[in-house]
């Protein structure tokens, strides 16, 4: 049962809700299903079916978001993905090297999240 958008294991976000969406099967069938986001507290469910998705609130920082389905017996599959939301996602700084060093030779980069 792969949460199949945004990509697994942690999705970077400057927006909010985002779309979560994933596929779930099984040989008795998809019955139900339930979402839940510890960060926020929200939660939702979902009719069973191959194919689902539904819109997630953010908190900012770290959304520890859980999926969860079952078939008509009671069988449970779980998914999860971390969602990380913020306002600068992958800022970009690059830096002049100092005297005595060139491009070609020195070059730094760093990714600030907020």
Do not use: C, H
């Not at 998809?30 to 926020?40: H, I, R």
């Not at 008509?72 to 002049?96: E, K, L």
């Amino acid at each position: 049962m792969p949460i199949t958008s945004p990509a697994p294991p942690l999705a970077l976000t400057a927006s909010s809700p985002v779309t979560v969406s994933g596929t779930a099967s099984d040989n008795l069938g998809v019955t139900s299903m339930y979402w839940f986001n510890m960060q926020t507290n929200d939660s939702g469910s979902l009719p069973g079916a191959a194919t689902w998705n539904f819109s997630l609130p953010l908190a900012a920082g770290d959304n520890q978001v859980y999926v969860w389905a079952w078939d008509a017996s009671g069988n449970q599959g779980t998914a999860s993905i971390t969602i990380r939301y913020g306002t600068t996602v992958g800022t970009q700084m690059d830096v002049t090297p100092a005297s005595g060093f060139t491009a070609s030779t020195w070059k730094a980069r760093w990714v600030f999240l907020e």
